[in-house]
């Protein structure tokens, strides 16, 4: 400490000293607000208007923006939104011409199955016809058949013959 009572009054030490002062002071409106008060003559009258804040400054600055831009962006707006109604639209009317669409695939599809159906129904119904037919054809050529020649165990196997196929052609007579 002794050295430092030896030098401070010395030209180097004394900018050194004051460049870190003025360093620590406060910057800003302070220092302005006390650079005006030892320049401002003390009888001027005339009083100089407050600054604005910050606050007020952003908002006076946003409102500003927003008058400047309100009415482009609303006929934006506007445009943009009649587009995407139009845009609905259109999608409303592909949707239902699809839905349409498919309403009358499936009535297809459910015409074609029914017509498919009726057709291995007639199918079933001609095959059986034709088995019967057969049937009937055999049991009219048997009933012709002369039974003299025959003998006991062919006569048996003839009757038989004769029953089972009467009970297929005819179910409703037993």
Request: net charge positive; charged share 35%.
């Amino acid at each position: 400490m002794n050295v430092w009572y030896a030098v401070r009054n010395e030209p180097k030490w004394v900018t050194y000293n004051d460049n870190l002062r003025n360093a620590r002071k406060r910057k800003g409106s302070d220092h302005v607000a006390e650079e005006d008060r030892d320049e401002a003559d003390p009888f001027d009258v005339t009083v100089k208007p407050r600054p604005m804040g910050t606050k007020a400054a952003k908002k006076a600055a946003h409102e500003v923006k927003v008058h400047s831009m309100s009415s482009s962006t609303e006929d934006a707006d506007v445009t943009i939104l009649k587009e995407a109604q139009a845009n609905r639209l259109k999608v409303l009317e592909v949707q239902q011409k699809l839905s349409a669409e498919r309403l009358e695939s499936s009535k297809i599809a459910h015409l074609a199955a029914k017509e498919h159906k009726e057709a291995k129904l007639a199918e079933k119904e001609a095959k059986t016809l034709e088995v019967k037919a057969k049937m009937m054809e055999t049991y009219n050529c048997l009933l012709a058949k002369d039974v003299g020649l025959m003998n006991a165990e062919e006569k048996d196997d003839h009757v038989a013959t004769l029953k089972y196929l009467k009970k297929s052609i005819f179910p409703d007579m037993y």
